[in-house]
Protein backbone atom coordinates (compact mmCIF):
# COMPACT_ATOMS: atom_id res chain seq x y z
CA UNK A 1 0.00 0.00 0.00
CA UNK A 2 2.89 2.57 1.13
CA UNK A 3 4.96 1.79 -2.42
CA UNK A 4 1.56 2.26 -4.05
CA UNK A 5 0.99 5.34 -2.45
CA UNK A 6 4.85 6.62 -3.35
CA UNK A 7 4.73 5.41 -6.86
CA UNK A 8 1.45 7.78 -7.54
CA UNK A 9 2.85 10.54 -5.47
CA UNK A 10 6.35 10.29 -7.88
CA UNK A 11 3.97 9.52 -11.18
CA UNK A 12 2.08 12.89 -10.15
CA UNK A 13 5.29 14.55 -9.53
CA UNK A 14 6.74 13.86 -12.95
CA UNK A 15 3.19 14.81 -14.81
CA UNK A 16 3.37 18.62 -12.77
CA UNK A 17 3.74 21.07 -15.55
CA UNK A 18 6.61 23.03 -13.40
CA UNK A 19 8.38 19.88 -13.64
CA UNK A 20 8.32 19.94 -17.60
CA UNK A 21 8.98 23.78 -17.47
CA UNK A 22 12.01 23.15 -15.44
CA UNK A 23 13.68 20.58 -18.13
CA UNK A 24 12.92 23.15 -20.78
CA UNK A 25 14.44 25.96 -18.28
CA UNK A 26 17.71 23.80 -18.18
CA UNK A 27 17.30 22.98 -22.05
CA UNK A 28 17.24 26.57 -22.87
CA UNK A 29 19.72 27.70 -19.83
CA UNK A 30 22.43 24.85 -21.82
CA UNK A 31 21.41 26.59 -24.89
CA UNK A 32 22.13 29.64 -23.83
CA UNK A 33 25.71 29.13 -21.58
CA UNK A 34 26.68 27.08 -24.82
CA UNK A 35 25.97 30.16 -27.01
CA UNK A 36 27.98 32.41 -24.24
CA UNK A 37 30.76 30.91 -24.07
CA UNK A 38 30.64 30.34 -28.34
CA UNK A 39 30.79 34.56 -28.17
CA UNK A 40 33.21 35.04 -25.25
CA UNK A 41 35.99 32.87 -26.15
CA UNK A 42 36.99 33.62 -29.30
CA UNK A 43 37.43 37.27 -27.37
CA UNK A 44 39.26 35.67 -24.60
CA UNK A 45 41.66 34.54 -26.97
CA UNK A 46 41.76 37.64 -28.95
CA UNK A 47 42.06 40.39 -26.80
CA UNK A 48 42.61 38.97 -23.48
CA UNK A 49 43.21 42.46 -21.87
CA UNK A 50 40.11 44.02 -22.84
CA UNK A 51 38.74 40.81 -21.83
CA UNK A 52 40.07 41.00 -18.63
CA UNK A 53 39.23 45.21 -18.02
CA UNK A 54 35.94 44.19 -18.72
CA UNK A 55 35.56 41.39 -15.94
CA UNK A 56 37.02 44.03 -13.64
CA UNK A 57 34.38 46.65 -14.92
CA UNK A 58 31.63 43.69 -14.38
CA UNK A 59 33.08 43.10 -11.07
CA UNK A 60 32.56 46.81 -9.51
CA UNK A 61 29.42 46.64 -10.98
CA UNK A 62 28.71 43.42 -9.12
CA UNK A 63 29.96 44.70 -6.00
CA UNK A 64 27.40 47.59 -6.02
CA UNK A 65 24.57 45.91 -6.59
CA UNK A 66 25.70 43.47 -3.68
CA UNK A 67 25.16 46.15 -1.34
CA UNK A 68 21.88 47.05 -2.35
CA UNK A 69 20.59 43.59 -2.68
CA UNK A 70 21.75 42.42 0.91
CA UNK A 71 18.37 45.06 1.93
CA UNK A 72 15.81 42.76 -0.47
CA UNK A 73 17.38 39.51 0.64
CA UNK A 74 17.41 40.69 5.04
CA UNK A 75 13.70 42.24 4.83
CA UNK A 76 12.06 39.37 2.89
CA UNK A 77 14.16 37.08 5.09
CA UNK A 78 12.16 38.65 8.02
CA UNK A 79 8.72 39.74 7.11
CA UNK A 80 8.68 37.88 3.50
CA UNK A 81 8.38 41.62 2.01
CA UNK A 82 9.58 42.38 -1.31
CA UNK A 83 10.27 46.15 0.09
CA UNK A 84 10.62 48.01 -4.10
CA UNK A 85 11.24 51.15 -2.25
CA UNK A 86 14.97 49.54 -1.87
CA UNK A 87 16.16 50.63 -4.82
CA UNK A 88 14.63 54.45 -4.02
CA UNK A 89 16.69 54.63 -0.56
CA UNK A 90 19.74 53.79 -2.68
CA UNK A 91 18.57 56.88 -4.91
CA UNK A 92 18.55 59.30 -1.74
CA UNK A 93 21.69 57.99 -0.52
CA UNK A 94 22.96 59.12 -3.45
CA UNK A 95 21.39 62.48 -3.45
CA UNK A 96 22.43 63.14 0.41
CA UNK A 97 26.05 62.59 -0.36
CA UNK A 98 26.40 64.92 -3.41
CA UNK A 99 24.96 67.51 -1.47
CA UNK A 100 26.99 66.79 1.49
CA UNK A 101 29.93 67.09 -1.35
CA UNK A 102 29.19 69.94 -3.87
CA UNK A 103 26.70 72.68 -1.86
CA UNK A 104 28.23 72.12 2.11
CA UNK A 105 32.26 70.86 1.38
CA UNK A 106 31.97 68.27 3.84
CA UNK A 107 34.24 65.85 2.71
CA UNK A 108 36.83 68.91 3.92
CA UNK A 109 35.46 69.97 6.78
CA UNK A 110 38.53 69.43 8.87
CA UNK A 111 40.58 71.39 6.63
CA UNK A 112 38.36 74.18 7.08
CA UNK A 113 37.67 74.44 10.44
CA UNK A 114 41.39 73.55 11.43
CA UNK A 115 43.48 75.58 8.64
CA UNK A 116 47.06 73.29 8.46
CA UNK A 117 45.08 70.28 8.74
CA UNK A 118 46.86 67.50 6.78
CA UNK A 119 44.54 67.64 3.57
CA UNK A 120 45.01 63.87 2.70
CA UNK A 121 44.10 62.72 6.80
CA UNK A 122 41.35 65.77 6.09
CA UNK A 123 39.80 64.38 2.99
CA UNK A 124 39.66 60.66 4.58
CA UNK A 125 37.65 61.76 7.55
CA UNK A 126 35.54 63.99 5.73
CA UNK A 127 34.46 61.51 3.12
CA UNK A 128 33.79 58.93 6.24
CA UNK A 129 31.52 62.26 7.43
CA UNK A 130 29.61 62.44 4.52
CA UNK A 131 29.05 58.58 3.73
CA UNK A 132 27.99 58.14 7.35
CA UNK A 133 25.57 60.90 6.83
CA UNK A 134 23.84 59.54 3.97
CA UNK A 135 23.65 56.29 6.00
CA UNK A 136 22.29 58.00 8.70
CA UNK A 137 19.73 59.53 6.48
CA UNK A 138 18.56 56.20 4.61
CA UNK A 139 18.34 54.35 7.84
CA UNK A 140 16.20 57.54 9.31
CA UNK A 141 13.86 57.45 6.14
CA UNK A 142 13.68 53.82 5.64
CA UNK A 143 12.47 53.06 9.46
CA UNK A 144 9.85 55.98 8.76
CA UNK A 145 8.18 53.74 6.34
CA UNK A 146 8.89 50.78 7.94
CA UNK A 147 6.55 52.34 10.77
CA UNK A 148 4.52 54.65 8.99
CA UNK A 149 3.13 52.47 5.70
CA UNK A 150 4.61 48.61 6.56
CA UNK A 151 3.34 48.15 9.99
CA UNK A 152 0.02 48.45 9.91
CA UNK A 153 -0.05 45.95 7.46
CA UNK A 154 1.81 43.27 9.35
CA UNK A 155 -1.26 41.01 9.63
CA UNK A 156 -2.52 42.03 6.30
CA UNK A 157 -2.10 39.76 3.20
CA UNK A 158 1.14 40.15 1.35
CA UNK A 159 -0.12 41.41 -2.01
CA UNK A 160 -1.54 44.68 0.11
CA UNK A 161 2.29 45.17 1.48
CA UNK A 162 3.60 44.78 -1.52
CA UNK A 163 1.38 46.85 -3.38
CA UNK A 164 1.98 49.67 -0.75
CA UNK A 165 6.07 49.14 -0.92
CA UNK A 166 5.62 49.71 -5.25
CA UNK A 167 3.62 53.08 -4.20
CA UNK A 168 5.90 54.27 -1.54
CA UNK A 169 8.55 53.93 -4.37
CA UNK A 170 6.83 55.71 -6.78
CA UNK A 171 5.97 58.36 -3.98
CA UNK A 172 9.98 58.47 -3.23
CA UNK A 173 10.99 58.96 -7.24
CA UNK A 174 8.05 61.89 -8.31
CA UNK A 175 8.16 63.72 -4.93
CA UNK A 176 12.54 63.51 -5.36
CA UNK A 177 11.56 65.16 -8.61
CA UNK A 178 10.10 68.32 -7.53
CA UNK A 179 12.05 71.11 -8.01
CA UNK A 180 12.27 72.36 -4.66
CA UNK A 181 13.22 68.66 -3.53
CA UNK A 182 15.83 66.63 -6.10
CA UNK A 183 14.73 67.88 -9.22
CA UNK A 184 13.86 65.66 -12.17
CA UNK A 185 17.21 66.65 -13.79
CA UNK A 186 19.96 64.85 -14.36
CA UNK A 187 22.85 65.89 -12.12
CA UNK A 188 26.73 65.62 -12.94
CA UNK A 189 28.23 64.14 -9.30
CA UNK A 190 30.96 66.32 -7.65
CA UNK A 191 33.39 63.05 -6.42
CA UNK A 192 34.32 63.82 -3.03
CA UNK A 193 38.27 62.80 -4.35
CA UNK A 194 39.99 62.28 -7.12
CA UNK A 195 40.54 59.25 -9.42
CA UNK A 196 43.54 57.70 -9.27
CA UNK A 197 44.31 54.88 -11.96
CA UNK A 198 46.85 52.21 -12.56
CA UNK A 199 47.80 49.97 -15.01
CA UNK A 200 49.06 46.68 -15.07
CA UNK A 201 51.15 45.38 -18.14
CA UNK A 202 54.17 42.39 -18.08
CA UNK A 203 56.45 45.01 -16.37
CA UNK A 204 54.62 45.62 -13.37
CA UNK A 205 52.36 47.87 -11.90
CA UNK A 206 52.78 51.52 -13.02
CA UNK A 207 50.58 54.86 -12.29
CA UNK A 208 48.77 56.68 -15.15
CA UNK A 209 49.34 60.26 -15.12
CA UNK A 210 46.93 62.93 -15.96
CA UNK A 211 46.65 62.58 -19.86
CA UNK A 212 48.95 59.83 -20.55
CA UNK A 213 47.06 57.02 -22.34
CA UNK A 214 47.62 52.98 -20.89
CA UNK A 215 49.90 50.87 -23.44
CA UNK A 216 48.23 48.72 -25.70
CA UNK A 217 47.62 45.24 -23.72
CA UNK A 218 47.47 47.17 -20.39
CA UNK A 219 44.58 46.50 -17.79
CA UNK A 220 44.12 49.92 -15.71
CA UNK A 221 42.55 49.73 -12.35
CA UNK A 222 41.31 52.56 -10.48
CA UNK A 223 41.38 54.22 -6.54
CA UNK A 224 37.43 54.13 -7.24
CA UNK A 225 37.42 49.80 -7.68
CA UNK A 226 39.54 49.31 -4.81
CA UNK A 227 37.25 51.23 -2.71
CA UNK A 228 34.20 49.56 -3.75
CA UNK A 229 35.56 46.32 -3.58
CA UNK A 230 36.80 46.87 -0.68
CA UNK A 231 34.22 48.11 0.98
CA UNK A 232 31.66 45.88 0.13
CA UNK A 233 33.77 42.91 1.26
CA UNK A 234 33.70 44.73 4.79
CA UNK A 235 29.92 45.17 4.24
CA UNK A 236 29.43 41.21 4.14
CA UNK A 237 31.85 40.24 6.32
CA UNK A 238 30.65 42.67 9.46
CA UNK A 239 26.44 41.04 8.44
CA UNK A 240 27.82 37.53 8.36
CA UNK A 241 29.42 38.85 11.86
CA UNK A 242 26.13 40.61 12.83
CA UNK A 243 23.15 37.70 11.96
CA UNK A 244 26.01 34.86 13.42
CA UNK A 245 27.95 35.55 16.44
CA UNK A 246 25.53 38.69 17.95
CA UNK A 247 22.36 38.19 20.21
CA UNK A 248 20.95 40.24 17.68
CA UNK A 249 21.61 38.34 15.23
CA UNK A 250 19.76 34.96 16.81
CA UNK A 251 16.71 37.40 17.60
CA UNK A 252 16.71 38.13 13.89
CA UNK A 253 16.96 34.37 13.03
CA UNK A 254 14.86 33.57 15.35
CA UNK A 255 12.27 36.20 14.01
CA UNK A 256 12.46 34.95 10.95
CA UNK A 257 11.92 31.22 11.71
CA UNK A 258 8.52 31.93 13.74
CA UNK A 259 7.39 35.53 15.43
CA UNK A 260 4.27 33.96 17.42
CA UNK A 261 7.53 31.75 18.94
CA UNK A 262 10.38 34.60 18.88
CA UNK A 263 7.39 36.82 20.56
CA UNK A 264 6.79 34.09 23.50
CA UNK A 265 10.93 33.97 24.02
CA UNK A 266 10.84 37.30 24.70
CA UNK A 267 11.99 39.05 21.84
CA UNK A 268 10.61 42.26 20.63
CA UNK A 269 9.83 40.95 17.12
CA UNK A 270 8.73 44.88 16.29
CA UNK A 271 12.25 46.00 16.97
CA UNK A 272 13.87 43.24 15.11
CA UNK A 273 11.90 44.35 11.97
CA UNK A 274 13.29 48.03 12.31
CA UNK A 275 16.17 47.37 13.03
CA UNK A 276 16.65 44.89 9.51
CA UNK A 277 15.18 47.40 7.77
CA UNK A 278 17.17 50.22 9.30
CA UNK A 279 20.56 47.91 8.15
CA UNK A 280 19.73 47.27 4.59
CA UNK A 281 18.76 51.27 4.34
CA UNK A 282 22.44 51.71 5.72
CA UNK A 283 23.42 49.63 3.04
CA UNK A 284 21.48 50.71 0.08
CA UNK A 285 22.79 54.40 1.02
CA UNK A 286 26.13 53.28 1.27
CA UNK A 287 25.38 51.49 -2.38
CA UNK A 288 24.46 54.90 -3.89
CA UNK A 289 27.10 56.83 -2.79
CA UNK A 290 29.81 54.49 -4.23
CA UNK A 291 27.39 53.99 -7.51
CA UNK A 292 27.31 57.74 -7.96
CA UNK A 293 31.40 57.92 -6.95
CA UNK A 294 31.43 55.47 -10.05
CA UNK A 295 29.39 56.29 -12.43
CA UNK A 296 28.67 60.25 -11.62
CA UNK A 297 25.78 61.29 -12.77
CA UNK A 298 22.42 61.13 -10.70
CA UNK A 299 18.92 61.58 -10.86
CA UNK A 300 15.74 60.79 -9.21
CA UNK A 301 15.16 57.64 -11.82
CA UNK A 302 18.41 56.31 -10.47
CA UNK A 303 17.59 53.93 -8.14
CA UNK A 304 15.29 51.83 -10.12
CA UNK A 305 17.22 49.50 -12.50
CA UNK A 306 20.17 49.04 -10.01
CA UNK A 307 17.59 48.17 -7.77
CA UNK A 308 15.27 45.57 -9.69
CA UNK A 309 18.84 43.67 -10.89
CA UNK A 310 19.62 44.27 -7.15
CA UNK A 311 16.26 42.09 -6.49
CA UNK A 312 17.21 39.77 -9.38
CA UNK A 313 20.64 39.16 -7.79
CA UNK A 314 18.93 38.17 -4.68
CA UNK A 315 16.66 35.77 -6.64
CA UNK A 316 19.26 33.92 -8.17
CA UNK A 317 21.38 33.86 -5.08
CA UNK A 318 18.22 32.67 -3.15
CA UNK A 319 16.78 35.16 -1.66
CA UNK A 320 17.16 35.00 2.35
CA UNK A 321 20.50 34.04 2.19
CA UNK A 322 23.36 36.46 3.35
CA UNK A 323 26.02 34.67 1.00
CA UNK A 324 23.43 34.35 -1.93
CA UNK A 325 22.85 37.80 -2.38
CA UNK A 326 26.48 38.23 -2.47
CA UNK A 327 27.60 35.44 -5.24
CA UNK A 328 24.11 36.31 -7.33
CA UNK A 329 25.26 39.78 -7.31
CA UNK A 330 28.97 39.57 -8.89
CA UNK A 331 26.76 37.20 -11.31
CA UNK A 332 24.48 39.89 -12.43
CA UNK A 333 27.30 42.39 -12.80
CA UNK A 334 29.25 40.28 -14.83
CA UNK A 335 26.61 39.38 -17.21
CA UNK A 336 25.69 42.85 -17.76
CA UNK A 337 29.30 43.72 -18.37
CA UNK A 338 29.84 41.24 -20.96
CA UNK A 339 26.70 41.89 -22.43
CA UNK A 340 27.85 45.60 -23.07
CA UNK A 341 31.39 45.05 -23.88
CA UNK A 342 30.53 41.84 -26.33
CA UNK A 343 26.90 41.86 -27.42
CA UNK A 344 25.26 45.49 -27.32
CA UNK A 345 24.45 47.82 -24.47
CA UNK A 346 20.52 48.01 -24.12
CA UNK A 347 20.61 44.31 -24.24
CA UNK A 348 22.19 44.25 -21.00
CA UNK A 349 18.37 44.80 -18.96
CA UNK A 350 16.75 42.49 -21.47
CA UNK A 351 19.92 39.70 -19.93
CA UNK A 352 19.42 40.92 -16.34
CA UNK A 353 15.48 39.84 -16.82
CA UNK A 354 16.15 36.88 -18.77
CA UNK A 355 18.33 35.32 -16.09
CA UNK A 356 15.15 35.70 -13.82
CA UNK A 357 13.08 34.19 -16.23
CA UNK A 358 15.58 31.53 -16.68
CA UNK A 359 16.00 30.81 -12.84
CA UNK A 360 12.39 30.96 -11.71
CA UNK A 361 12.07 27.95 -14.23
CA UNK A 362 14.97 25.88 -13.33
CA UNK A 363 15.48 26.55 -9.15
CA UNK A 364 12.51 28.94 -8.18
CA UNK A 365 14.64 28.66 -4.59
CA UNK A 366 18.27 30.18 -6.35
CA UNK A 367 21.72 29.17 -5.82
CA UNK A 368 21.80 28.92 -2.10
CA UNK A 369 17.79 28.58 -1.59
CA UNK A 370 16.63 25.69 0.33
CA UNK A 371 13.20 24.37 -1.02
CA UNK A 372 10.26 24.82 1.36
CA UNK A 373 7.49 22.87 2.55
CA UNK A 374 3.97 24.50 1.35
CA UNK A 375 1.72 23.46 4.13
CA UNK A 376 -1.47 21.45 2.98
Not at 66 to 77: E, P
Not at 117 to 142: D, E, H, K, Q, Y
Not at 330 to 340: F, K, N, S
Amino acid sequence: MQQASVSKQSSYTARRPGARLAWIGKAFLALLALGVLYILIPHLINTPSLFIQIVLSGLQLGFVYAMIALGYTMVYGIVKLINFAHGDVFMVGAFISYYLVARFQLHMWPALAFPGFPTGLSLLIGTLTVMVIAMAVCVAMAVTIERVAYKPLRDAPRIAALITAIGVSFFLEFFGALYFVFSGRFIPYQRPFDVVTWYVNLSGIHRLQAGQTPPSGAVTISNIFLIIVATSIIVQLLLQYLVRRTKLGKSMRATSFDKPTARLMGINVDQVISFTFAIGAAFAGLGGMLYAVAYPSIWTQLGILPGLKAFVAAVLGGIGSIPGAFVGALIMGQAEALTMGFISTPMRDAVAFTILILVLLVRPTGIFGEPTQEKA
